[in-house]
């Protein structure tokens, strides 16, 4: 079993998300979801436009997401729900609402910041419909797409979800280790259960 590493931000530094990106495939493995009047599941006001609203998850808390490097290998990073709220947090102090870029590349200025959540369930901020099984600390935000030809590879399928972009640190802390020896240990033990060893 490949290892699993804690990513952390620290307040004080140059750590936490940049932009918030449109891709084809969101390492988080969920798209997002697009809204006009006649789409369901959400309404809105009748009006002759369409809304160009853009929902879906930016960080699910505790979700591991496989990265590659060369010199860690291969491995699964995760944020947990207080660790989102933090980068949440830091996002909004700075400002950075509308840096939205799309595939990590080009910078633009066709969407606005519709609405950020983050998922709370005792505080009753509860997932949008499709997003049930996230956890809390879970990171929502939509946008409303000003351009047309963003609007037009959203509503075709070329863009599918959104995907952070920052810098982050990795938490090797005494129970990350304690939590990749017992995985190392789990991994020996059904290899002989297999015959293996």
């Known amino acids: 079993m490949l290892p699993i590493y804690k990513l952390v ?35 809105f006001a009748i009006q ?37 709220f933090q980068i949440a947090k830091k996002w909004a102090m700075g400002d950075k609402y509308d840096s939205v870029n799309i595939h990590h590349d080009k910078a633009t200025n066709g969407l606005s910041l519709f609405e950020s959540f983050i998922i709370d369930r005792e505080r009753g901020m509860l997932p949008p419909k499709g997003y049930e099984d996230v956890a ?5 935000l939509s946008y409303i797409v000003n351009d047309e030809s963003i609007w037009a590879k959203v509503k075709s399928g ?19 280790k304690i939590v990749n020896a017992l995985m190392s240990k789990l991994k020996t033990i059904v290899g002989k259960w297999n015959g293996k060893n």
């Open 158 to 176: 070329e863009f599918k979800g959104f995907s952070v972009e920052g810098y982050f640190d990795f938490d090797e802390s005494q129970e990350d």
């Open 9 to 43: 931000i620290n307040d004080e530094d140059e750590t936490g998300v940049e932009f918030v990106s449109l891709v084809t495939n969101p390492a988080i493995e969920k798209d997002f979801l697009y809204f006009n009047e006649n789409k369901p599941p959400l309404k």
């Open 48 to 84: 002759d436009e369409e809304k160009r609203i853009i929902s879906g998850p930016a960080m699910i808390a505790d979700l591991p997401i496989y990265r590659y490097d060369d010199a860690r290998g291969e491995y699964y990073v995760v944020f947990d729900k207080a660790t989102i």
């Open 136 to 140: 809390d600390g879970s990171w929502f």
